[in-house]
């Protein structure tokens, strides 16, 4: 004899007018059940259920005559036989009369199974070999062990597991199935604009997004700031405000009447080097020679570096939590233009995420510029004019071959050419991290 309940039921639920069909639990077989003509009337169900032709499982579950559909949902506590064949026999019956019988088979595939029967009194009797009484210790140790508990009333509403009541919309990431339809996270349709399942990683990686600069951080996942590419371009130094002061050229002016022969005799000028002088003031048919000597530069003035430079960067999101609903182990994350996984330092990269990268969370800019001057040479010297004592206000550069002096006070300048340099280290990258992306 079959001991009633020796099978504990998983989950049975129903809708007033059909069972539920398009849809089961991630790892489990649902069975829809559909009682017809007399058989609606029974008051005791005898589920048999048999992995790949082998001995049946049997439970007997209690029934609310006059319910006509409903589910059985089937569990594998130790372990879902993917791609095994169930069938399953129900019999139908009222104060120990047996009323009618169905069958119905599946194969369970890499998610969930489904299984459909209808229930008649025209069915034909099992031809199944009922395996005992099963106990406890029955339900653990072969692939085969089945777990169901007790029916809940047909009349109730058609929550797949018994006690699930809705909160409301699924919420992805929290491994619970939120609306109750049977679909947990990213199993969920509901789920599927914004969730997507990842490979696992353990620590010391954590789950983020990559995003591109000027983008924005998906829910469920925090700001988590801007990483840094040691890869800088551009930059360097402005030349701002630097200048160069000409030291150690000299020339002599001519008094020259056939002006600009050269050919004039001196007519007792002083010489004029970088020094201000007024020795031209009011004088005509003047040559000046090229100026002679050793040309040394001065640099003055300084020098800022360009700012910013040109970094290769990119957002980073982390990841608040993971959900489940997922096979092979993935996890359910959020959706980014990236998935990708980070940890601290120097990390080899976790299975399922082979791109790897270095990336950094800020960095220092030190680069210090300073103004230089080049030198060439006496020759590339020339005369520059002023109006102003000590050679002040606006200069104007004149050929070496005047002959006449409009500005009363001169000074060779030029021959110098001002720079700025770049000294120091130019970038200095902080807080190293090993992103991995699929």
Partial sequence: MVTKHAIALAAI??????????????????????LAGATVDADELVVDISLAGGAPHESTLAHTPGQPAGNVLVQFPSGYPRG?????????SAAGVVLGYGNGTATLDDTCGVA?????????PPDLAVAG????????GTAADLTMTAPADLAKPADLWTGCT???????FNGIDDDCNGHIDCDDPACAPIAVCVPPAAAPFAYITQEPPAGSCAANTTNGGTLYMSNPSGGGCNPGSCACDSHGCSTTPLRDDNCPSGSGTSAGFPAITDVCTNALSGQNNLFIPPPTGTLTCTGSGSATPVTPPVLTKQLKCTVNTVGSGCTGGRVCAPIGTQ????????????????????W???FTDNRACSCSCAPSSCASTHLVGYNQPGCSGSGANESNDICSNDYQYTKLGGG????ASLGGTTIQFNNMSTVCCE
């Avoid at 639920?13 to 649902?30: E, F, H, K, V, Y």
């Avoid at 809705?166 to 992805?172: H, L, Q």
């Fill in 360 to 362: 950094y969370s800020s």
């Fill in 116 to 124: 459909t029967l209808t229930v008649d009194d025209n069915g034909a």
């Fill in 133 to 140: 009484d099963l106990g406890a210790a029955d339900l653990a």
């Fill in 166 to 172: 809705p909160t409301g919309v699924e919420k992805c």
């Fill in 13 to 34: 639920a129903a809708l007033s007018c059909s069972p539920i069909t398009d849809r089961c639990r991630s790892g489990t077989l649902l069975v829809t059940v559909t």
């Fill in 84 to 92: 095994q064949r169930v069938d399953v026999t129900l019999t139908a």
């Fill in 339 to 358: 998935q990708c996984v980070a940890a601290t330092g120097s990390q080899s990269c976790p299975a399922g995420y082979p791109n790897i990268a270095t």
């Fill in 416 to 419: 110098c050419a001002p720079s």
